[in-house]
């Protein structure tokens, strides 16, 4: 079995690093949840959008016909990949109230800070709206382009990169960046999840799930093309 043993804060390119150097801004917590990380999260998510726009506008502009502008697509298009996992870490945001009001708490009532509920909700919320709309956003594009076969194809062959994606910014730490400064740190996490069963069946659980959420937010957020 192949071990791992880097951890959050590790590297000096973690955006935790980072906001820790500004310790005022960063003891503005919810339930031990810093504040500021909520724009930082929020802001990788405006990262892929504007390069799925770049990408629909170099494409109808160009027709990919040409190979600099298939190399510009395929480019961006890998860059994209890298921060769309962002959408569904949002999601997984909620699990900073797992400790907040436990079953066995008196009553089962937890009346202090009772509005954490739906401010993690919402914040979650929010994450999975953009996981179905950046996805779409592309989706539409390649539709377009290559036909509506290929687009379903791209579409059950991408979530599974994404599931993938999400485990190794959320178990392993990694930011989207960091792989072009670790390459091969994140090749051997990989091969943790191709090697251990108990990493191989998260991996899978996350997929199933992540394709539930794709197809229900469709119909909860009435789906459109873009």
Known sequence: MIEFNRYIHQSWTSVDSFF?????????????????????????V????????????????????????????FALAFVWLLFIPNTIYIV????HLLNYCPIDSPF????????????????????W??????????????????????????L????????????FGLVHRWNSWEFFIYPGEIFRNFLIYLNDPKSFTNWL???IFLYILYWGG????KKKEY
């Open 20 to 44: 820790k150097s500004d310790n005022w801004l960063y003891r503005i917590r919810v339930n031990d949840y810093q504040l500021v990380t909520i724009f930082w999260n929020l802001f990788l």
């Open 156 to 167: 059950l062959l991408l979530i599974p990169v994404v599931a993938l994606g999400f485990l």
């Open 205 to 207: 659980i996350f997929t």
């Open 218 to 221: 469709n119909i909860a957020f």
């Open 108 to 127: 089962q009532v937890c009346e202090k800070n009772a509005w954490m509920i739906l401010f993690f909700f919402t914040y979650a919320a929010i994450g």
């Open 46 to 73: 405006i990262i892929p959008w504007f390069i799925g726009l770049v990408i629909i506008r170099l494409g109808r502009q160009t027709g990919l016909a040409s190979f600099a502008s298939r190399l510009g697509f």
């Open 129 to 154: 709206w953009s996981f179905v709309f950046l996805l779409n956003q592309m989706k539409g594009f390649i539709s377009e382009t290559y036909g509506r076969i290929m687009a379903e194809l791209w």
């Open 92 to 95: 997984s945001d909620v699990r």
